[in-house]
């Protein structure tokens, strides 16, 4: 079975552009989680998406969004890109609420 | 906040069992030990997970005390490939709360 997919593995854009990722889950799973990582910071849980419905949400500012399809893809958004905003984003799917498996990230970086 | 408390860093000889500490003197009843292991720049792999009882699969086995209030992942025959970050994570499928809560983990070190 196919593991989570993200894309792309790798961006850089500059500050004040806006950004999308996408995630494609193990077939089947129909909740998607994201969380951001960085040096300073660690792994800290972004959202989490079930049934296209945002099911729970992470202390971040509102230029983080994100949504999901009917097939259980997921995309998340961030506007007005900031420097800080540099980091691994980490897609993890599951069934339901169980174990989460991760997808490789994206690194994005912003100049 | 991470409710566990593993050690920053550890070694191991290639070849000899990786033993890794985890407490989680809070733990609720209801709530399972995870074990992750990330390689540097990678998104974190699962490893193994138990409530109560000690489980082992393919590549690990999960040791939790009676009291559930500390744990031990262990790699029995380590290889190069296993130096990574290992997280510890406490967690409970049914709450509103639904998230892993990642700490700074333990960096597995496995020298040749």
């Known amino acids: 079975k196919a593991g989570v997919t993200q894309t792309p593995r790798y961006l850089i854009k500059t500050r004040g552009q806006q950004v999308t990722l996408s995630c494609s889950p193990i077939?089947?799973?129909?909740?998607v989680s994201w969380y951001q990582q960085t040096p300073g910071q660690g792994l800290q849980f972004l959202f989490e998406?079930?049934?296209?419905?945002?099911?729970n949400k992470g202390n971040f500012p509102g230029r983080f969004s994100g949504r999901q399809f009917s097939n259980s893809r997921s995309e998340m958004n961030v506007s007005t890109l900031e420097l800080g905003d540099s980091a691994l984003y980490l897609c993890?799917?599951?069934?339901?609420?169980?174990?989460?498996?991760f997808g490789p990230g994206t690194r994005l970086t912003v100049l | 906040d991470a409710k566990t408390t593993q050690p920053p860093s550890m070694d191991c000889a290639e070849g000899r069992a990786a033993n890794l500490p985890c407490n989680h003197s809070?733990?609720?009843?209801?709530?399972?030990v995870y074990w992750y292991r990330q390689i540097h720049s990678q998104g974190p792999q699962y490893i193994i997970h138990?409530?109560?009882n000690n489980e082992t699969n393919e590549m690990a086995s999960l040791i939790i005390t009676e009291d559930r209030k500390s744990s031990t992942l262990i790699l029995p025959h380590a290889t190069l490939r296993d130096t990574a970050v290992y997280y510890c994570?406490?967690?409970?499928?049914?709450?509103?709360?639904?998230?892993?809560?990642f700490g700074k983990g333990t960096l597995l070190t496995v020298n040749p």
């Open positions: 998406y079930f049934s296209e419905t945002q099911r």
């Open positions: 809070t733990i609720s009843g209801n709530e399972y």
């Open positions: 077939s089947g799973h129909r909740s």
């Open positions: 138990g409530l109560k």
């Open positions: 993890a799917s599951s069934l339901d609420q169980n174990t989460q498996y």
């Open positions: 994570i406490v967690f409970w499928y049914g709450g509103s709360n639904y998230k892993l809560t």
